[in-house]
């Protein structure tokens, strides 16, 4: 099946002579780069966003990725994505049409492809209503996500059971207005617990209280950290809300053992 996945995708990307690709280092665009990499060279020229919605350990790894597999990568910073500031439902069509838009005017006349697959599309994803609007192209729709970390093991990518890791915005109930210092807070919350080795998690904040979910396996870990009255007398002096951990786990898709 990877074999037959493969082919499919470099089928499809061999359509083109250039590629733009919406590359946020998630496992799915970097399937996708290093595919059309592979095909186009440094035709597939490989984007990444840069916002103040997104962890600076993320842009790091799309860096180190990029490097590490020769990727024609450029970054492109976007000050303010307009509208979004009360959080609302629609957030995410909202910043994918600027996301999308600042691209397109930056590469014009280019084909632009993103990493949405097959499982994205049964989900609630307004970003990808966005995409269609734009004529952006999804090569990776015809597979589900375990298909994707499967093929991406068998090419040997890093990034093969990389967690996955949405905005920061996602951190916050909709129509919340956030501020620059709380998305300061989750992010800091989160990169101390990934300096801690809990490396799929996330911080909510509702602009009183802080949860913290993570997988079931990583609660009791975690409780018995040997670590863990430090870790949250840290994030307590952060903030004066309450902090919780969710006994419900972090709902996620499913990962690769790792060998």
Known sequence: MNIENLMTLKSEISK???????????????????V????????AICVTIQT????????????????????NHQILKIDKVYDIDENPIERCYICKKQIFNTIKNSFKNSTIADGTNK????????GI?????????????????IEIRNLAKMLNLSTFNKPSRPCLLT????????????????????????????????????????KIEMPYLAMQKFI????????????????SGEITLDLKGLKKDVLIEKR
């Open 52 to 71: 103040d919605y997104m962890s600076k350990f993320e842009i790091e790894e799309t860096i180190e990725f990029a490097k590490e597999n020769s990727l």
């Open 16 to 34: 083109f002579n250039s590629l733009v690709i919406a590359y946020s280092g998630g496992v799915d665009s970097s399937l996708l780069a290093k």
């Open 129 to 145: 209503k966005a995409a269609k609007e734009l004529n952006v192209i999804s090569p990776l729709d015809f597979m589900s996500k």
């Open 171 to 210: 951190r916050f109930p909709y129509n919340y207005k956030y501020d620059l210092e709380d998305i300061k807070l989750v992010q800091g919350v989160e990169n101390l617990l990934t300096k801690y080795g809990y490396n799929d998690i996330r911080a909510r904040f509702d602009g009183v209280n802080l």
């Open 36 to 43: 059309a990499t592979d095909i186009l060279g440094k035709n």
């Open 224 to 239: 018995n950290d040997g670590e863990f009255k430090n870790i949250i007398k840290n994030i307590n002096s952060k903030f």
């Open 119 to 126: 499982d994205d599309l049964s989900e609630f994803r307004p």
